[in-house]
T-cell receptor
Framework: GAVVSQHPSRVICKSGTSVKIECRSL??????MFWYRQFPKQSLMLMAT?????????EQGVEKDKFLINHASLTLSTLTVTSAHPEDSSFYIC???????????????FGPGTRLTVL | AQSVTQPDIHITVSEGASLELRCNYS??????LFWYVQSPGQGLQLLLK??????LVQGIKGFEAEFKRSQSSFNLRKPSVHWSDAAEYFC????????????FGTGTRLQVTL
């Protein structure tokens, strides 16, 4: 099946610094990638939809200036957490959509996630 | 707005026993429904999905799910659980033109006893 990688898998940073997380589709091209945030023992919350070559679409309540998303190529999307604070500590997961034939219902392939800890 | 409810936070079953994980959804249109499994250190893996047609859907690893519109449910079942099935299971509903925007339930953690 299609493989999505994330780097780094774990990062610890100081409050006020910025952290970049990469999401790559390794064996397919993804015009759309998604970024999720998962709190401990909770569900995944969609943060934004990233389309190659255009601005990301953010879900309600997600600060676009705090969470910068860039989708520069069909295989790479990045999430930058700017001026990180302890409340930004979380598990960040990306997914890449593989368009299904007939256009009905794209399947998403998920990366393994990145654990961000802000001290 | 769409929502997904997984009433059971944690379920424990014995290996070889049958399993049913519950999922209820709220969505104004015809739902696109998914079940994913999350294992530590691994990305979410799609078990099965329902878009239309036969309401009993077969998935990977011996899982199946049945869509019941009248009950707004999409319960996941497996006739005989293996120890390797221990993981977190998420039900999700897709929205948007291609059902790509997923709303997840809170998950059910499955523990398998030997």
């Amino acid at each position: 099946g299609a493989v999505v990688s994330q780097h780094p898998s774990r990062v610890i940073c100081k409050s006020g610094t910025s952290v970049k997380i990469e999401c790559r589709s390794l064996d397919f091209q993804a015009t759309t990638m998604f970024w999720y945030r998962q709190f401990p023992k909770q569900s995944l919350m969609l943060m934004a939809t990233s389309n190659e070559g255009s601005k990301a679409t953010y879900e309600q309540g997600v600060e676009k200036d705090k969470f910068l998303i860039n989708h520069a190529s069909l295989t790479l999307s990045t999430l930058t957490v700017t001026s990180a604070h302890p409340e930004d500590s979380s598990f960040y997961i990306c997914s890449a959509a593989l368009q299904a034939s007939g256009g009905a219902g794209n399947e998403q392939f998920f990366g393994p996630g990145t654990r961000l800890t802000v001290l | 707005a769409q929502s997904v409810t997984q009433p059971d936070i944690h379920i424990t079953v014995s290996e070889g026993a049958s399993l049913e994980l519950r999922c209820n959804y709220s969505y104004g249109a015809t739902p696109y429904l998914f079940w994913y499994v999350q294992s530590p250190g691994q990305g979410l893996q799609l078990l099965l999905k329902y878009f239309s047609g036969d309401t009993l859907v077969q998935g990977i690893k011996g899982f199946e799910a049945e869509f019941k519109r009248s009950q707004s449910s999409f319960n996941l079942r497996k006739p005989s659980v293996h120890w390797s099935d221990a993981a977190e299971y998420f039900c999700a509903v897709g929205r948007g033109g291609t059902a790509s925007k997923l709303t997840f339930g809170t998950g059910t953690r499955l523990q398998v006893t030997l």
